[in-house]
């Protein structure tokens, strides 16, 4: 069996996520043997750096040992059971372990399979929320520019990247889109924060208007990652907190993406110092291993669902998979290595590290920015520098960088016009350099009007 074999019964009967199949007439599939720790080899025997965490859920390393034991051992006692009218060890140590660890004042955890799940349930319980309160007037959320929730009706209808939403517009329900507080927008002599505080004008406007229609404001705490890995500061998410406060709506902070010590905090929300109505967290929650979801909300929303069975007030929504044990499990194995390891300290200086090998990009003719938080580091490439006039999305740019990794033995996978790094958490500071010296490569490659024949050496 080798990689030619595999992809030709692939493409014969898959069709794959976020993919013209169409590519793959003149961009070679990779078909992945096995995984260990940061690598990933094929069946070919090439082996590639794992710098995506594989869509951003690995967080300790492909066959993880504590992972594996973890799942063998509930697999010989409970593969699944129906969380309707019963329950399972495995759901309740895990419920009890999310709320220790969240943000104080979530005590409750309703699971679902995937994160656009999540966001569903969260977008659905707002609302449900405010009619059992009587107030069914409440109809809609606030979401903000470039944010992306997940690709599910309700999650595109808060989103706000047009790639993923505009086929589906006509589907879709009619949020409220507020101006983001990019950084990467600041003006001349402007920080982070302050860029936040003159931005928040704009959420304000909007709350003060809507506020009476809304269900909630959701939010991808400090960093958009879908949408470019767009980044800003926690000023922001003080102020919104006040101002949902204030203006009567929930705050739904979205972590599935940065949760789990992603942006140097266990939860990005606690580098602001504020608890959301409404947590959504899933990818590293089971450190890449199985699919499962959680919200994590608070006491007062969940008494307003605790009512006589004759009222019709209870929260109907389930997935089959609901607190699947065998997922529950992995997630448990997850989270007993942050509880045995100093994992965010680590990841903090590991930080340092991946932004000292990225620096020397700053000064190439053709990045406009390179920004981070914590485990999360971007680089923006642009056709001109000084005006930051981008490169056409028509023309792939990064998809030069994509295929010059490959043959290096990594594997980028850009968003358009921004390649970033978001690694497993095992990886080592030589790893992070020779990522940084691939995506150099990578960058020369894609801003030359005829890339030349990549370097084809590899490592490991």
């Not at 990689?3 to 794959?16: A, C, G, I, K, P």
């Not at 959320?141 to 470039?146: A, S, Y």
């Amino acid at each position: 069996m080798n990689n030619d074999n595999l992809t030709r019964r692939d493409l014969s009967v898959v069709w794959h996520p976020c993919t013209q199949m169409k590519d793959h007439e003149h961009l070679p599939m990779t078909p992945i043997r096995r995984g260990e720790g940061v690598w990933l080899e094929d069946f070919d025997g090439n082996r590639y750096i794992d710098a995506v965490s594989s869509w951003w859920v690995n967080l300790f390393g492909h066959a993880n040992p504590r992972i594996n034991q973890a799942i063998r051992d509930q697999l010989d006692r409970l593969e699944h059971v129906i969380l309707a009218g019963f329950t399972h060890e495995p759901v309740i140590r895990l419920s009890e372990k999310l709320v220790a660890i969240t943000p104080p004042g979530l005590s409750r955890c309703f699971f679902a399979d995937s994160g656009s799940a999540a966001v569903e349930v969260a977008l659905k319980m707002s609302y449900h929320y405010w009619r059992n309160r009587g107030q069914g007037g409440k109809t809609r959320f606030i979401c903000l520019t470039n944010s992306y929730h997940g690709e599910t009706l309700g999650a595109l209808s808060v989103g706000d990247v047009p790639l993923y939403k505009e086929t589906y517009k006509s589907l879709l329900m009619q949020s409220i889109t507020v101006q983001a507080p990019d950084c990467y927008l600041r003006e001349a002599g402007e920080d982070c924060a302050q860029l936040a505080e003159r931005m928040f004008v704009h959420m304000e406007q909007a709350l003060a208007r809507h506020a009476h229609e809304t269900c909630a404001v959701i939010v991808e705490p400090l960093v958009q990652c879908a949408g470019g890995m767009r980044m800003y500061d926690p000023r922001y998410l003080s102020l919104l907190r006040e101002a949902c406060d204030r203006h009567g709506m929930h705050l739904i902070a979205d972590e599935i993406a940065v949760g789990f010590g992603r942006t140097g905090t266990m939860f990005a929300c606690e580098q602001a110092g504020i608890t959301p109505d409404f947590l959504c967290l899933s990818k590293g929650l089971t450190g890449g291993y199985l699919p499962l979801s959680a919200v994590v909300t608070t006491e007062g929303v969940y008494q307003a669902f605790y009512d006589e069975y004759e009222k019709l007030n209870a929260f109907l929504h389930s997935h089959s998979y609901t607190g699947n044990p065998l997922a529950c499990a992995a997630a448990l194995g997850t989270l007993g290595i942050f509880e045995g390891e100093d994992v965010i300290g680590n990841n903090r200086h590991l930080a340092k590290v991946m932004a000292e090998a990225l620096a020397p990009l700053q000064d190439h003719p053709n990045v406009a920015e390179v920004r981070q938080t914590g485990m999360i580091a971007a680089v923006e490439m642009v056709r001109d520098k000084a005006t930051r006039e981008p490169y056409p999305w028509q023309e792939r740019r990064g998809l030069a960088i994509y295929r010059h990794a490959l043959q290096r033995g990594a594997l980028l996978r850009p968003l358009g016009n921004v390649s970033y790094l978001m690694p497993p958490y095992v990886i080592n500071e030589e790893q992070i350099r020779f990522l940084a010296e691939v995506m150099r490569e990578g960058i020369d490659v894609a801003t030359q009007d005829q890339p030349p024949r990549a370097n084809r050496t590899r490592r490991g």
